[in-house]
């Protein structure tokens, strides 16, 4: 089993938090039979990345023999530095591909009240993002154009409560429906987005109800009817609908930098933990409506309950393309805006960050350079893991029955 030390400054990692004092097994058993499979997956990802758990690379200097085992990652978008990893290569992947032109970021929320019926019906989380493109496609529709839109399903408050809203990027403009132009000078309208956006939501989850699909918060269990689902669902008309909408902005690269922290890492940095004493963890978030850093302590426990809850499900696909992005369009239509933006567009292909060279653009150093006599390492077997299942293994891997370094 691993040793666990307690740290009271930044570098407090999230496997700390789950190994010690055996923090997450006691929760697992306390709630298995409501912990979905992918969130065992990913836990258990991140729980052994970077351990010879997962296998490793094994190097040999053919100078001096010098060898070196480097263990394999998780590739979990729960693990920090996996997650970090996918982010940057995410961002470079779309800043080399989508066009420089005028984008807007903007944020569709709803009432708190409505945000049970998302975690009691997981399915609903993949009919939402396709309803917020559509409010911005059917009003760029009337406005004679198609505009690219990308967009990111986001869970979580920065206090890491359940907060399910959409944050998505639009080109403002775009091809004209005859692919022949590019239209400009188009601002969206707040209250158009706005009661459009709340018309379709309320629409989904009466819809939804009257085909027996949806399964109802325990405060509602008393609506038996349509028409009574329909009455309690019309007090939202008249609540506050939040669709902010961002300046638009030529920096297509802060707008992709912005949206690439939702999507493929944990709903907390790291750094953001500032006291773990064993029973409490202590970490700060930016209030969003006072601009100001606050501190939070939770019960460890109730502290990993709020991070786990926000890992998807297996194969739910947290970034969408939509409009000319739209994966069956772009192969025809990002050609035809580059040449109307008079942008040229050399295509390369996806990047690939190696492990050797983020650490040699981070640390300046290479790491398959032989310490001893300078030669560089050469690859002398790939050790795959000596296992078949995750899952068979959890328990002893929430136990920390594993080797941490190799």
């Known amino acids: 089993m691993i040793n666990v ?17 055996g923090n997450w097994w006691k929760l697992f058993v306390k709630y298995r039979h ?18 010879s758990f997962l296998g490793y690379h094994h190097f040999v200097c053919p100078t001096c023999s010098k060898s070196i085992k480097v263990p394999h990652t998780c590739k979990s978008r729960f693990c920090p530095s996996c997650g970090k990893k996918a982010t940057d290569i995410w961002i470079k992947n779309s800043f080399n591909t989508l066009p420089k032109t005028t984008w807007q970021h903007i944020t569709f929320t709803m009432p708190s009240e409505l945000w049970d019926f998302f975690w009691l ?26 505009p690219g839109i990308f967009l990111a399903i986001h869970t979580f408050g920065r206090d890491l409560k359940k ?55 325990s405060s509602l269990k008393h609506i038996t009817s ?6 309690w669902t019309a007090q939202f008309y008249d609540k506050t609908w939040v669709v902010h909408l961002n300046e638009q902005s030529d920096n297509m690269k802060a707008n992709v930098e912005y949206l690439g922290k939702y999507l493929k890492r944990p709903p907390i940095g790291e750094t953001r933990i500032k006291l773990y004493d064993g029973n409490t963890v202590t970490f700060e978030y930016l209030d969003h409506y006072t601009n100001i850093k ?10 990993i309950e709020r991070l786990i809850c ?44 190696s492990w050797r060279t983020m650490i040699q653009t981070a640390y300046r150093y290479d790491p ?35 080797p941490l370094l190799l």
């Open 5 to 21: 030390e307690y740290v009271s400054s930044n570098g407090i990692k999230l496997r700390t938090l789950f190994l010690d004092n």
């Open 34 to 51: 409501l912990i979905r499979l992918s969130i065992i997956i990913n836990v258990s990802k991140l729980l052994v990345c970077r351990t």
């Open 121 to 146: 019906n997981r399915y609903l989380m993949n009919l939402i993002p396709l309803i917020a493109a559509n409010v911005i496609k059917e009003w760029a529709k009337r406005k004679g154009f198609l």
């Open 163 to 217: 907060n399910i809203h959409i944050h998505l990027s639009s080109t403002v403009g775009g091809l004209s429906l005859t692919y022949d132009s590019w239209i400009r000078g188009i601002y969206f309208y707040h209250e158009s987005l706005k009661n459009t956006w709340r018309y379709q939501i309320i629409a989904l989850l009466r819809e939804e109800f009257k085909n027996g699909r949806i399964t109802l918060p």
């Open 226 to 231: 349509y028409n009574g689902f329909c009455s």
């Open 294 to 303: 606050e501190i939070m302590a939770l019960p460890v426990l109730d502290f």
């Open 310 to 353: 926000h890992i998807p499900d297996k194969n739910f696909r947290n970034i969408r393309y939509y409009g000319f992005l739209a994966n069956r369009l772009r192969g025809k239509l990002l050609p035809l805006v580059y040449k109307l933006l008079n942008v040229k567009h050399v295509i390369t292909s996806k990047v690939y960050l």
């Open 368 to 402: 398959l350079r032989c310490p001893l006599c300078k030669s560089i390492l050469l690859l002398k077997a790939v050790v795959p893991p000596s296992y078949y299942s995750l899952v068979s293994k959890h328990e002893e891997i929430a136990h920390g029955y594993f």
